[in-house]
């Protein structure tokens, strides 16, 4: 059985940084795609970030040289290290894995098999 656990939120001051980890257990990462979705209230739940088993990455382009994903296979964790954070990143952060995602649908949520079970990020001076 696969399960993710994410870990590393908190509450960060604008400018400030976090690191969130997605430890994946039951199947090694390198044959998944794994993305970051976040959550904010009264908005629909967005793909943030996402790399694929081919270790290519994508970011949507509010967090484009802000954020970075990426994976450890030996530790069988996906990371993403956040910078220059700002009041709009709080949400609730997701991580999600699943196979063979095309890369046209690697930002759709319904794609993903398995999801963590979130994590508060709040920035906030």
């Known amino acids: 059985q696969v399960q993710l656990v994410e870990s590393g939120g908190g509450v960060a001051q604008p400018g400030g940084s976090l690191r969130l980890a997605c430890e994946v257990s039951?199947?090694?990462?390198?044959?998944?795609?794994v993305g970051w979705f976040r959550q904010a209230p009264g908005k629909e739940r967005e793909c943030v970030a996402v790399?694929?088993?081919?270790?290519?990455?994508w970011y949507t382009d509010s967090v484009k040289g802000r954020f970075t994903i990426s994976k450890d296979n030996s530790k069988n964790t996906v990371y993403l290290q956040m910078n220059s954070l700002k009041p709009e990143d709080t949400a609730v952060y997701y991580c999600?894995?699943?196979?063979?995602?095309?890369?046209?649908?690697?930002?759709?949520?319904?794609?993903?098999?398995?999801w963590g079970q979130g994590t508060q990020v709040t920035v906030s001076s």
């Open positions: 999600a894995a699943g196979s063979g995602i095309i890369s046209s649908s690697m930002t759709n949520a319904r794609h993903y098999d398995y």
């Open positions: 039951g199947r090694p990462i390198r044959t998944y795609t």
């Open positions: 790399v694929r088993h081919t270790s290519t990455t």
